[in-house]
């Protein structure tokens, strides 16, 4: 398993998912879901996520930095 991020939104070029949570492997994202209950060695930024697809693929964005 990769890292965990959740955050109030998560945002993609066709979607936004409230109270979100990516995954991110290698500075990619692996998967997004709903947050449902709390999960261990998650990192919770609040605020929103940015997915943004790169030449890398797809990415996420807080604050304009890429989180790995």
Known sequence: MG????????????????????????????????????????TWLGGTIYLKETEYGLQAFKDNNILI
């Open 3 to 42: 890292k965990l991020y959740a955050a109030n939104r998560v945002v993609s070029a066709d979607s936004t998912i409230t109270n979100g949570v990516v995954e991110i492997e290698n500075a990619v994202v692996k998967r997004v879901f709903e947050l449902e209950k709390e999960i261990a060695f998650t």
